[in-house]
């Protein structure tokens, strides 16, 4: 083997705003790769409050040959001068970094910090583990960036797997799994067909959509199930791409007599991919929460962003999941290209039409490589530089990146204002709307309904609201009145 123990990290994010630590799915893959070949290896997470020090000592003690970061752009010049201090203290030890910021910057990441020495572009549990074995020449493997004589090479794209069912779900023997919270993340698909003008899941993931059977889905929720876990989300970009197979899904938590579960879709899924039967089906199985990505309310716009929806089909989404007992979350996005006040101002009366549990206004982010950086680019609209905004820039902050001639800086601030203030006074009376059963759980106990209203200013905090979602908070409490109640 060319390397015969590796260590996994993920690396902290300072002054970010990741207020609840989940299993890093996309590392869980790679463990269990590695795994699966019999490399041995430890996973450091220093999102778990690990400071360099303790890193450094964890070096020391495992002595790998081989360090494998998973790294997204959101503060990469921390990560790059983590990297350095890494090969500043252990020069014999490579660095191979993969992740959304690789995907998307390729040869440009490896320009910028020395200390890299290998690029993994894309999917990488197989890329790795030929990068790992000493029968593979290095420039045979493909999806790999490397030195060679000071200059950076790419060996060219890897074909995406299409087998997924033969992809190992993540078992996370190697992660100090009791520190995270008690939720699963689950990956049923890879890849978005879709156009969007501000999305980089393409340059990330590809855009050929790759799915895994309902059975192998299955399988994985069994695995947990039995471990007595009970919740778990879906953070695919196209869940419900394939009706067939969500409702196979369905049918089959059903049929496995899998009790209590509670599952979302909090990364969004497309309004037009699913219908009342789908709906049904899913909250029937065990869903309580689902987001969808309006973006915005203007059919002019969603022609413009290239979404690919109907403003008829995301409202007759909307309304379903709201008529069926779903947590409802829409995304907006406030600043896109030609959008005007007049245009944030029906995205503004969409969002407030209906019950839903929550409503985020996001700034856009151009990715470099998609359209709207481009335009932005090609326009001379930035406020500043591409690595600066990158770096320290955030959906949710009040500051935006671009400018446009319909919306300008200030007045792009003062309507993120205005929205949220609007928003909270809707959503602040919507948001036990999913739990009426509690409510009056509460009620028949001779609680008060001053404590729900408390609880409802509680849920506008974001953290809570995670807490909420991910912990199965709600249900559990149904179920704990409930049973109060019968006795």
């Known amino acids: 083997m060319r390397y015969k123990r590796v260590m996994l990290l993920r690396p902290e994010y300072k002054q970010s705003h990741y207020e609840y630590v989940g299993l890093p799915t996309g590392l869980g893959y790679i463990s269990e790769s590695l795994a699966k070949n019999n490399i041995v290896q430890e996973v450091v997470d220093m999102l778990l409050g690990y400071d360099y020090a303790c ?28 990297l350095e201090k890494i090969k500043k203290d252990f020069p014999g030890v490579h660095i191979v970094a993969g992740g959304p910021h690789i995907s998307s910057f390729r040869e440009k990441a490896l320009s910028e910090s020395s200390a890299i020495d290998y690029g993994v572009v894309m999917e990488g549990e197989e890329a790795l583990i030929e990068l790992c074995r000493s029968d593979m020449e290095i420039n045979s493997i493909k999806g790999i960036l490397y030195r060679k004589e000071g200059t950076i090479i790419y060996t060219g794209d890897r074909p995406f797997r299409l087998d997924l069912d033969n992809v190992d779900f993540p078992r996370y023997q190697y992660f100090e799994i009791n520190k995270y919270p008690k939720f699963i993340s689950l990956v049923t698909s890879r890849g978005c067909p879709h156009s969007c003008i501000f999305c980089p899941v393409q340059l990330t993931i590809g855009k050929k959509l790759r799915v895994r059977s309902a059975g192998s889905v299955l399988n994985e929720v069994d695995y ?49 991919t699913v219908d009342r039967e ?54 907006f996005i406030v600043g896109l290209p030609y959008e005007t006040e007049q245009d944030v101002k029906e995205s503004l009366r969409f969002a407030v039409k209906y019950p839903v549990f929550d409503v985020r206004f996001y700034n856009p982010m151009p990715f470099p490589g998609t359209e ?21 820039s955030s959906h949710w902050v009040n500051r935006p990146i671009f ?9 792009r601030i003062k309507l993120f204002k205005r929205l949220n203030q609007r928003l909270k006074k809707h959503t602040l009376s919507t948001k036990l709307r ?48 409930g049973k109060k109640k019968q006795k």
């Open 55 to 82: 890193l450094k000592e964890r070096i020391i003690v495992f002595k790998p040959d081989l360090i494998g970061i998973n790294m997204m752009s959101f503060r990469f010049k921390d990560h790059y001068a983590l």
């Open 224 to 272: 947990w199930y039995k471990k007595g876990l009970r919740v778990f989300n879906i953070v695919d970009d196209n869940f419900a791409f394939n009706k067939k197979r969500v409702l196979e899904i369905c049918a089959g938590i059903k049929e496995k007599g899998f009790k209590d579960l509670v599952l979302s879709c909090r990364n969004g899924i497309r309004a037009d």
């Open 278 to 331: 789908v709906l049904l089906a899913m909250r029937e199985a065990g869903f309580n929460y689902l987001a969808f990505g309006v973006e915005s309310a203007s059919e002019k716009m969603l022609k413009i962003i290239k979404k690919g929806e109907s403003l008829k089909d995301i409202e007759q989404a909307v309304k379903d999941a709201c008529e069926l007992g779903f947590m409802v979350t829409l995304f």
């Open 372 to 392: 709207l950086y481009q335009w932005v680019k090609s326009n001379g609209y930035f406020n500043k530089n591409t690595e600066d905004f990158l770096n320290a």
């Open 403 to 411: 400018f446009t001639p319909e919306l300008s800086n200030s007045k």
């Open 434 to 481: 999913f739990s009426q059963d509690i409510k009056k759980l509460f009620n028949d106990l001779g609680i008060p309904p001053f404590f729900s209203t408390i609880l409802a200013r509680l849920y506008y905090e974001p953290i809570f609201q995670t807490l909420v979602i991910e912990s199965g908070f709600a249900h559990k409490l149904k179920n704990f009145l």
